[in-house]
């Protein structure tokens, strides 16, 4: 299991990723009604929305749980390694600042479509 120590002092390099991805994470445990990881490397799928550079960027953690409520956002994930789409909701009250060491795999993109429509639900998020 990769504690934050261990992610934060490995040698491997960061991962390259772009903004529309979504990625498996290393979230760790979560605290309250945070969302956490699943299994032993606590690992969520998260939709990259800004990268700020080849170290740091904003994330939305993803689940498959369909909820048509105002702070999660549903949309067809385009998975990587299999030839289907499957439905899939951003929690857009947990985006949070993540470093790239947290990130594990490549698993899909989200359309530019929906790109423009989960930034525009979280800019509607803020004051």
């Known amino acids: 299991m990769p504690t934050k120590a261990a992610l ?12 529309r991805e979504v990625w498996y994470c290393h979230l760790g445990e979560n605290v309250g009604f945070e969302q956490d990881g699943n299994g032993d490397q606590f690992l969520r ?3 990259i929305v800004r990268k700020f550079n080849n170290e740091i960027l904003w994330g939305v953690p993803l689940t498959r749980t ?10 067809t994930l ?13 929690i857009l ?6 470093d790239a060491k947290r990130l594990r795999r490549l698993i899909g993109y989200i359309s530019e479509k929906d790109f ?5 639900k979280l800019k509607a998020l803020l004051p």
């Open 66 to 75: 369909q909820k048509d409520l105002p702070y999660y956002f549903s949309f």
């Open 116 to 120: 423009v429509q989960l930034k525009t």
């Open 93 to 98: 009250s947990q985006m949070r600042l993540i």
């Open 45 to 47: 799928p998260v939709a």
């Open 78 to 90: 385009s998975v990587v390694a299999e030839t289907l789409d499957e439905k899939s909701t951003a």
């Open 8 to 19: 934060n002092n490995t040698d491997k390099q960061r991962l390259f990723f772009h903004e």
